[in-house]
């Protein structure tokens, strides 16, 4: 991998991440926590599990999601270990780039600019966002403990 390709993927993580945070805020403002936004990555970037995700609306979306396509939570604790340094650098980027922000009090994390809109990039790349967009609404209506439970996560 060169030097731009690894800019290329942390921007493209970043914005993956600053998209699902703001979808999350959009559904409750008290921010998207830490630990469910370390699922993202491991989803969205999983070309398969992106397209599932885009392939279903509603808020009860990722009931069925989890339901029809059960090899999406299938080592994703090891996957989110195995993203963290990734996910961390995006997250890193994010924030220096103020489309996230971290709740000085709270810690979760809240939307910040909008910079990153979802139809932006190739097709590929408006897939990813597109995917990041719903998981992030719907992990917020759903709410953190059932998301975890939907997902296998112990967290």
């Given at each position: 991998?060169?030097?731009?390709?690894?800019?290329q993927n942390d921007g493209l993580s970043a914005a993956i991440l600053a998209q699902a945070v703001?979808?999350?805020a959009a559904r409750d403002s008290r921010g998207m926590p830490l630990l469910i936004?370390?699922?993202?990555?491991?989803?969205v970037?999983?070309?398969?599990?992106?397209?599932?995700v885009n392939k279903r609306r509603g808020d009860g979306a990722?009931?069925?999601v989890a339901e029809e396509t059960p090899r999406i939570s299938a080592n994703l604790e090891h996957r989110i270990h195995s993203m963290l340094g990734q996910?961390?650098?995006?997250?890193?980027?994010?924030?220096?780039?103020?489309a996230v922000i971290v709740d000085a009090e709270t810690?979760?994390?809240?939307?910040?600019?909008?910079?990153?809109?979802?139809?932006s990039g190739s097709p590929e790349v408006r897939v990813k966002l597109r995917a990041a967009a719903r998981l992030g609404s719907w992990f917020a209506v759903v709410g953190v403990p059932q998301t975890c439970a939907l997902l296998n996560l112990r967290m």
């Open positions: 991998m060169t030097p731009a390709d690894l800019v703001h979808s999350f936004s370390l699922s993202v990555l491991p989803l970037l999983h070309a398969r599990t992106a397209e599932k990722l009931y069925r996910t961390f650098d995006a997250l890193n980027l994010a924030l220096a780039a103020g810690k979760q994390l809240l939307a910040g600019e909008d910079l990153f809109p979802p139809d």
